[in-house]
């Protein structure tokens, strides 16, 4: 008996030697992991890439997070044995992430080193927002409507813009008149105008569009220095006192309308060679489309857009969107400058600059056009509580406050919009953000930061109005029109970007603009804890 069991004893100790140097002759892979360096948003996909060596092409890794370490995604080794893993994180803090390669009879199992990602959480507050209104009306600056604001960053003492014409300078003035002439508002102008950061040029502008040579003469008339108190919109300095106004709310971009309403919808502006190619876009300022196109016609041949818009994201994620154009004629005409005899028409069918997203060649593969609508349709779905879950509403000539347009029929038009919004079923579950797409010439005082080649343009007056919106409160933090975006994307999208890493429709954008570690966050501007406020129904 002790024989045999000797014998066994043998066989087995020859097994696991014969074993052992099997096991120990596996290679050891080597797996490296590259993760993003600046913090993440919660939800926000976020792409993780590598490489595992020696070559195990067709096999797959696992993307793992610890405490205790488990799996959250896969993927595949492709060519060259690299991966790379998109995925959104659904745990905010400061989290540890690795890559296993899992082994095979040749080759060990082996870790990446671990990763450290801070992920930043996403109030749950924002998900009481159900619709978002973006109202964007035309050419003002924040200081024209709201320097003598009291709590704001308005007037500089003692300030006084030089005048050429006269040798003198022009003082900021209380100018009460309806109709205004404003300034240019291109690239060049926004250059002059800065000065350096000297905000100085703006009369000097002004009296250069007009053809100004003789001083006392009409075309030597300028009203760029002049400012609007409550007594000239009531309204807005209502919205105000009762909800939020930004004073540190700059246009996106340093130009005019055209690049502004780009920015608005797909965070860029640029110019195409192949509609059907993003990596054909260059970056634009002042003359995006393609060189076949004619942006001051309506009906002729329009410009192609083939970077990204956000309208492509809330598509891919099935979350409803509107654009909303009031019939009449285009505010402007197709250029920079201060004065326009003769603007083209504009509706829901004749794409154009306050029209941009028909000539998306997203919008147009997907078969959105629909969604661009007049703004009647915006009223009746405020009145039947059906309003999308992002609408944009833009102006006519006749209600935009483009000078030389009536301020007081822009206000008329803009309560009305607010007040149905207030009276109808969807009022409890929106947030309204009010602006103005670019200064139009007028007088500001503060310096734009500088974030990347295209802007930051100067300060435009800045409104969030919302049952949800802190009372009275002026938020003072660093914001642009980027942040509407930023907003939409965390409340609908899991804080998905436009991102050419992440969003799978890479384009040559210069930067994520909602990423941007300049741009404030207009969560702020809510108290997500506090009962739903109830409408202020203002006169017309």
Request: charged share 20%; proline share 11%.
């Amino acid at each position: 008996m002790a024989a045999r069991v000797t014998t066994v004893a043998l066989l087995l100790l020859a097994a696991v030697a014969v074993a052992a140097p099997l096991a120990d002759a596996r290679v050891r892979p080597t797996v490296s992991l590259k993760a993003p360096s600046s913090p993440a948003d919660l939800g926000q996909k976020i792409v993780f890439s590598g490489h595992v060596g020696p070559n195990r092409t067709g096999e797959t890794v696992l993307l793992q997070l610890s405490k205790p370490w488990h799996t959250i995604a896969t993927a595949p080794l492709t060519r060259g044995s690299t991966f790379r893993i998109q995925t959104g994180l659904r745990t905010a803090g400061e989290l540890r992430l690795r890559v296993r390669y899992p082994g095979d009879p040749l080759t060990r199992p082996a870790n990446s080193p671990p990763r450290q990602l801070s992920v930043l959480p996403v109030p749950i507050g924002i998900h009481k927002i159900k619709h978002v209104v973006i109202i964007m009306q035309e050419n003002r600056s924040f200081d024209e409507y709201f320097g003598t604001y009291p709590g704001v960053d308005g007037f500089p003492p003692g300030v006084c813009v030089p005048d050429p014409a006269t040798g003198g300078c022009v003082a900021p003035y209380h100018d009460p008149n309806d109709i205004n002439q404003g300034g240019p508002h291109g690239e060049s102008n926004f250059d002059a105008d800065l000065n350096g950061g000297a905000m100085n040029g703006f009369v000097a502008q002004a009296e250069e569009a007009q053809g100004c040579k003789t001083p006392g003469t009409p075309q030597c008339e300028t009203d760029v220095m002049g400012y609007k108190d409550e007594s000239d919109i009531p309204n807005y300095w209502d919205y105000a006192r009762n909800f939020v106004l930004q004073d540190h709310l700059f246009e996106p971009n340093r130009s005019w309308s055209l690049p502004a309403h780009l920015f608005l919808v797909s965070e860029w502006s640029a110019f195409c060679t192949n509609p059907n190619e993003p990596f054909s876009c260059t970056n634009a300022l002042q003359s995006p489309g393609d060189s076949n196109a004619n942006p001051s016609d309506p009906f002729g041949t329009q410009p192609d857009y083939a970077w990204t818009p956000v309208t492509y994201l809330l598509h891919n994620a099935g979350v409803s969107w509107g654009y909303y154009i009031k019939r009449g004629l285009q505010p402007d005409c197709a250029d920079d400058q201060e004065r326009c005899t003769n603007p083209p028409p504009q509706g829901p069918s004749t794409p154009g600059i306050w029209n941009p997203l028909p000539n998306f060649s997203t919008v147009r593969d997907n078969r959105e056009e629909s969604n661009i609508k007049d703004t009647s349709a915006f009223l009746n779905a405020a009145q039947g509580g059906t309003l999308p879950a992002v609408s944009w509403v833009v102006p006519s000539q006749a209600v935009g406050e483009h000078p030389p347009g009536s301020i007081a029929a822009g206000q008329a038009y803009v309560t009305n919009l607010i007040n149905t919004v207030m009276a109808g079923p969807d009022w409890p579950s929106t947030a309204i953000f009010l602006s103005w797409d670019d200064w139009g010439g007028f007088y500001d005082n503060v310096v734009p930061p500088v974030v990347d080649e295209n802007g930051y343009g100067f300060r435009v007056p800045g409104l969030v109005i919302s049952p949800y919106a802190k009372q009275g409160f002026i938020d003072h933090q660093q914001l642009s029109h980027d942040a509407y975006n930023k907003f939409i994307e965390d409340d609908f999208l899991g804080s998905e970007r436009l991102n050419p890493a992440t969003d799978g429709r890479p384009d040559p954008r210069p930067d994520v603009r909602e990423s941007l570690p300049e741009l404030g966050n207009l969560v702020k501007d809510f108290n997500f804890h506090q009962a739903p406020r109830p409408p202020l129904i203002l006169p017309r």
